[in-house]
């Protein structure tokens, strides 16, 4: 089955306390990216990757750092978690090959992480 | 710059009911691509429709349609005798010419009652 997997699914963690979030997907698609859900505020770009070694800032970048040392995983890193940082996460990934009018983000089952 | 509003926040509306979620964009992109979302309770995101720049032609989907005007800069979405499993929070997006970003709005959650 097609999908994108995240990891952990609920996250409560102290401030200062560095974590990783991951994310896989089985689908060969290139490009990858992290989103942050807070209410009011919508989704909002955190990271994203074109493809293997290629990352890039989003919108709300500060406080989070991404890698991309394989095409199938792109693992959100926190390495000194705040309570701001508190949200409900998402990864997505896309192929980007495809005309952009065949293109369809897949998203994770998302991430909430709790920054005491 | 880009942007998507969602003006409404929520809508509660009684079964049966038709209602319309609006989305309004911003974008200097020539083409675009807008995309209709939805995030039930359970929490996950699922894609509902994207609609290019170049064509304006209305889409339906069973109860579910979509009004894209380019002379309002509006995509709106139009559910048809609403059932309680429509409830979620339904979110509007946007893709430029970029491809790396998707511009989402605040999003509106729907409830509807039975």
């Known amino acids: 089955e097609a999908q994108v997997t995240q990891n952990p699914r609920y996250l409560i963690t102290v401030t200062g306390k560095k974590l990783t979030v991951t994310c896989s997907q089985n689908?060969?698609?290139?490009?990858m990216s992290w989103y942050r859900q807070d209410p009011g505020l919508g989704l909002r770009q955190i990271y994203y990757s074109m493809n293997v070694e290629v990352t890039d800032k989003g919108d709300v970048p500060e406080g989070y750092k991404v890698s991309r040392k394989e095409k199938r995983n792109f693992p959100l890193i926190l390495e000194s978690p705040s309570p701001n940082q508190t949200s409900l996460y998402f990864c997505?990934?896309?192929?980007?090959?495809?005309?952009?009018?065949?293109?369809?983000?897949?998203f994770g089952s998302g991430t909430q992480l709790s920054v005491l | 710059a880009q942007k998507v509003t969602q003006a409404q926040t929520e809508i509660s509306v009684v079964e049966k009911e038709d209602v319309t979620l609006d989305c309004v964009y911003e974008t200097r992109d020539t083409t675009y691509y807008l995309f209709w979302y939805k995030q039930p309770p359970s929490g996950e995101l699922v894609f509902l429709i994207r609609r290019n720049s170049f064509d304006e032609q209305n889409e339906i989907s069973g109860r579910y349609s979509w009004n894209f005007q380019k002379s309002t800069s509006s995509f709106n979405f139009t559910i048809t005798a609403s059932q309680v499993v429509d409830s979620a929070v339904y979110f509007c997006a946007l893709r430029g010419s970029s491809a790396s970003k998707i511009i989402f709005g605040s999003g509106t959650r729907l409830s509807i009652r039975p």
């Open positions: 689908m060969n698609h290139e490009y």
């Open positions: 997505a990934s896309r192929r980007t090959g495809t005309p952009p009018s065949n293109e369809k983000l897949f």
